[in-house]
């Protein structure tokens, strides 16, 4: 019951959009601008409180932090001759411009019916592998801080799938966790989001089938130790958050977090 009541919540919360998200031609070439709301300075306020209130360990940016960390990641990872990343920040203006990078987003792909199972499942593997060589780089946290990368909001909304190429493009880093939680803890929350909010396209008696294509994806055992943790709070309980990035059902999501825990269990044995 209070799954459901938290679940509608977090439908509703969810629904709320920060950013106004624009196509944009220049040169014959089309970029994508992404520029935050008027007004949105009190709900980040706002929605960082509820964040605070409720235990979790990931903060929406402000603008003029957004700006810093997406150009921090875009550097990091999208260098590219064909990425002019366009950045800027006022205190009445943030917008950053980016090329289109090609595909859809995971979240679309799984919505697509069309794919055959086993091709949406490999679209979630193309995922979680570009999130896992993403984990690997060390970057600027700001204030002269490098730590490993983790993306903070590892939704299936927020990574681009291409089937041509069968790999992934992660975007929109405008919320971040806290550097207070170690990495393999970062890094496994990552993990778990793009699981879960990927399994929200999925039907229940598919999600045998998509733990196992997990279990042979390669994740460092200390990562695999804190998601391990993190699947045998989230079979008791999700939070509103949690249930905003992924509004599964209390059904699935105990018959998720068993099966990923019996894969991850089936592991250890070797
Ligand atoms: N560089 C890009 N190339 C192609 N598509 C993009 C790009 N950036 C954003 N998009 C599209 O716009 C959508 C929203 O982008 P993004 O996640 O950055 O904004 P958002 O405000 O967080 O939106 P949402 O709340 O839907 O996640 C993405 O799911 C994707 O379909
Ligand atoms: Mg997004």
């Known amino acids: 019951m209070f799954h459901e009541l938290r679940r509608i919540l977090a439908v509703i919360l969810a629904a709320y959009r920060l950013n106004r998200i624009e196509l944009t031609h220049e040169n014959g070439r089309t970029y994508v601008l992404k520029s935050r709301r008027r007004g949105t300075t009190i709900s980040v306020f706002l929605g960082n409180c509820f964040l605070r209130m409720t235990g979790e360990h990931v903060e929406v940016l402000s603008n003029e932090e957004w700006i810093k960390w997406e150009r921090s990641v875009l550097e990091t990872f999208y260098q590219r001759d064909d990425l002019h990343s366009f950045i ?5 203006i943030s917008r950053i411009k980016t090329p289109v990078f090609p595909g859809v987003s995971l979240h679309d792909f799984l919505s697509n019916h069309e794919s055959s199972l086993d091709e949406r499942i490999d679209a979630v593997m193309w995922a979680l592998i570009s999130l896992l060589e993403m984990h690997q780089v060390e970057l600027d946290w700001g204030r002269g801080v490098c730590r490993r990368f983790s993306h903070g909001d590892a ?5 681009l799938v291409c089937r041509e190429s069968r790999s992934a493009v992660w975007i929109d880093f405008d919320t971040r966790h806290f550097l207070e939680r170690s990495e393999q803890e970062r890094q496994a929350e990552d993990i778990r989001v793009l699981l879960f909010s990927s399994a929200t396209k999925f039907i ?7 733990a196992n294509a997990f279990s042979k994806v390669m994740i460092p055992q200390n990562v695999i130790k804190c998601l391990k943790t993190q699947l045998e709070v989230s079979k008791q309980q999700m939070t509103t958050f949690q249930l905003a990035q992924s509004p599964l059902s209390r059904k699935d999501a105990t018959t998720l977090s068993t099966l990923l825990l019996d894969e991850i269990n089936g592991r250890d044995l070797f």
């Open 88 to 92: 800027e920040a006022t205190p009445f």
């Open 204 to 210: 229940n008696f598919e999600f045998r089938q998509f």
């Open 155 to 159: 939704t299936a909304r927020n990574v």
